[in-house]
């Protein structure tokens, strides 16, 4: 016990040590965490839209400013040709071009129907899709502003009609950022385990401290959990930072479940990916190697972890490497936990997955270490 | 009593193609300095990491406090002292936190051991809240050993512990050696330096893995087998050239101020025509005069028979 005070006591002092490292542990994170979930935003603002004018009449000034009030569009042009307002999505000034036609006032009223022409530049197709349904859905809405104007409302109404009453649960206001913010503060506590911890025990190899501390009676074990506990405290306490501090502070997510599922689930999953950082450690003897194994390994379960797109829309082989990847299952227990107040018993499978991955990383990086040594 | 044993230690590296270690055997007495003395890449550090525990022999045995290197391993590290040949303590912990961790790692105390590091310690007990890597490489080299002597070793491994000191700490580390061995503690200690091995009581030559001698230095130096003899002119470089022109040269290596040679015939005679050889040859000042031969000579000599031997 005496050995291994001593361990942790020499591991913390020489991270609080290095001038570089300490604040890519602690203060990153938060950087981070105040910086991802504004930029990962999958909601379409500010569509750039050219509007070609045949008419102006007030009815189609009606339209234009109802377009622009909207809040999703920014008027970049306006114009009296079509030719002049493509020219504008070539120069990739604007993505929609909107033409009304001569005598949009009239014919509508008269004739009770007119037709509107749209434009989407559909090389970036998620804001092509969004831009076109945002502007289908306002001209829908200023057809049915004239409809009242103009058709005396009656008792009854002449065709029955559908009434569609929806509310958002757990996330009323569907702010994204309660979406990101959990999940990339796991992930962000997947890089200070795996990352850290492998750089650190790869450290002792290439400076050649690793030999002198192999010649003393050491325990192997003592050596490990010296390297493992360190990182394991530091895993916690920046998960707690950002889910407190930044969370809710900054973004106002106040966690729903139980806390003290969610942190016996962080401890286990801190155990896991420890585990991963060892078992990178016994495959590497210099920090560069170790650093690529391990960024290797972080752009997988980043991008594979379900953090920016739905893991049900992958496609079957792709399903198979995210249910591969731990990190999934912790930003799934994030949202759940955090969002939907889901307790222990709806995380259980959860557990026990995770509780494989510890044994399959530290049995796997324990065996490998015995055999190098 | 033996307190290191090798017996036919084989080590090889890249699967076979590079025989770093070859079927090397020597014991070393209980108390005893012992030094190792090889050119780079001789297979040193090897025989040091084997004995040490660090590394598995590929085959012979080996035992070091009368405990096999391989099966008791664990016995092993808490007796013996490393000392490896690159600085390897933790260069952001200061003098003091190094020296305390290693004697907690070893289940002991500074102030338990401190006696036997005293005269070592406090000449870098000034800086002992200095980082170790902010230490000059003297004052690094004495914490090395400091951290090698905390839990009282009963044999000391050292490894190169004098390459790249300068002369006055070289000198000095010799005497603290001296001292340790008159403490009873066993010290192995290797060196590609020739002129520190008169400093050792006992000597093994070792060049590509195998060992050429072993014995005190004045006896290899005794087993020289010819007379030597020192030879310069005021042309050093044109004279090695032409010296190996002549016809009775055995052997020819520059050393220092003169040029070492040995001769197949040593009379009187051959001198003599050495001498006018070189005269045709316009040298000037030629001294030519007979030496007591250097370690370096012998291992020299010894490496050239040994060449012959395996060409033969």
Not at chain 1, 41 to 52: G, L, M, T, W
Not at chain 1, 204 to 226: A, D, M, R, S
Not at chain 2, 19 to 46: C, H, M, R, Y
Not at chain 2, 277 to 283: A, C, D, R
Request: hydrophobic share 40%; proline share 3%.
């Amino acid at each position: 016990m005496r050995t291994l005070k001593f361990l942790l006591r020499k591991e913390f002092r020489q991270i609080f040590r290095n001038k570089s490292l300490l604040p890519v542990i602690f203060v990153m994170p938060i950087i981070q965490l105040l910086i991802m979930p504004l930029a990962a935003d999958y909601e379409v603002k500010n569509i750039n839209i050219s509007i070609v004018d045949h008419d102006h009449s007030p009815y189609s000034q009606k339209l234009i400013s109802k377009i622009i009030a909207s809040g999703y569009f920014r008027l970049s042009d306006y114009s009296n040709s079509f030719n002049q307002a493509f020219e504008q999505i070539e120069k990739d000034n604007s993505d929609l071009v909107l033409e009304i036609p001569k005598d949009f006032e009239r014919n509508l009223i008269r004739e009770n129907t007119q037709q509107l022409y749209i434009a989407v530049n559909a090389i970036n197709g998620t804001k092509a899709n969004l831009g076109g349904a945002y502007l289908n859905r306002l001209i829908q809405d200023y057809n049915a502003d004239i409809r009242t104007e103009w058709i005396q409302p009656q008792r009854y109404n002449a065709s029955p009609t559908i009434q569609i009453a929806s509310s958002n649960w757990f996330n009323t206001y569907l702010n994204y950022s309660f979406f990101m913010v959990p999940g990339i503060l796991a992930f962000l506590v997947t890089m200070v385990g795996a990352y850290m911890c492998s750089l650190n025990i790869v450290k002792e190899k290439e400076v050649g401290t690793i030999e002198q501390i192999n010649v003393t009676p050491i325990k192997k074990h003592h050596f490990i959990l010296g390297k493992l506990i360190p990182f394991w405290v530091i895993g916690m306490f920046v998960f707690s930072v950002g889910l407190f501090g930044v969370g809710r502070l900054v973004y106002g997510i106040v966690p729903i479940g139980s806390m003290g599922s969610l942190y016996a689930f962080l401890s286990l999953y801190l155990i896991a990916l420890l585990g991963l950082g060892l078992l990178i450690s016994t495959y590497s003897d210099t920090q560069q190697q170790a650093m690529s194994i391990a960024f290797f390994f972080m752009m997988i379960f980043l991008l594979m972890s379900g953090l920016f797109t739905s893991i049900d829309s992958m496609p079957e082989w792709a399903k198979v490497i995210a249910q591969l990847n731990p990190v999934t299952y912790f930003i799934e227990v994030m949202r759940m936990v955090v969002l939907k107040g889901s307790g222990f018993s709806d995380i259980k499978y959860h557990f026990l997955i995770i509780c494989g991955f510890a044994i399959f990383f530290n049995g796997w990086a324990i065996l490998n270490y015995k055999k190098t040594s | 009593m033996h307190d290191v044993v090798l017996d036919k230690i084989r080590k090889t590296y890249n699967k076979n193609s590079l025989v770093a270690v070859d079927n090397v055997s020597l014991s070393v007495n209980k108390g005893e300095l012992f030094g190792l003395i090889g050119p780079d890449g001789a297979g040193k550090t090897s025989i040091f990491r084997i004995l040490t525990t660090l590394l598995l022999p590929d085959g012979g045995n080996a035992s070091v406090s009368g405990y096999d290197v391989v099966k008791d391993y664990k016995i092993i590290r808490n007796h013996v002292g490393y000392m490896p040949g690159r600085f390897s303590l933790y260069q952001d912990l200061s003098v003091e936190e190094n020296l305390n961790f290693f004697a907690t790692l070893f289940g002991t105390t500074i102030k338990e051991n401190y006696d036997l590091i005293k005269e070592i310690y406090v000449q870098i007990e000034p800086f002992k809240t200095r980082r170790a890597g902010k230490l000059s490489g003297g004052m690094k080299q004495k914490l090395a050993l400091c951290c090698a002597l905390i839990h009282r070793p009963t044999v000391l491994f050292l490894d190169e512990p004098t390459t790249g000191v300068d002369t006055v700490s070289r000198k000095e580390f010799w005497e603290m050696l001296k001292r340790l061995k008159s403490q009873g503690i066993t010290i192995m200690v290797s060196t590609p330096y020739m002129d520190e091995a008169t400093l050792c009581e006992r000597i093994a030559l070792i060049q590509s893995g195998k060992i050429l001698s072993i014995n005190t230095p004045a006896n290899v130096i005794a087993q020289f087998p010819q007379n030597l003899f020192a030879i310069k002119s005021t042309n050093m470089s044109g004279l090695l050239k032409d010296l190996r022109d002549f016809g009775n040269i055995e052997s020819c290596n520059a050393f220092g101020e003169y040029h070492h040679i040995t001769l197949s015939d040593e009379s009187d005679a051959t001198q003599h025509e050495l001498k006018t050889y070189l005269e045709s040859k316009q040298h000037e000042n030629i001294v030519l005069q007979s030496t007591t031969p250097t370690i370096e000579d012998c291992f020299i000599q010894l490496m050239n028979n040994q060449d012959g031997g395996n060409s033969n």
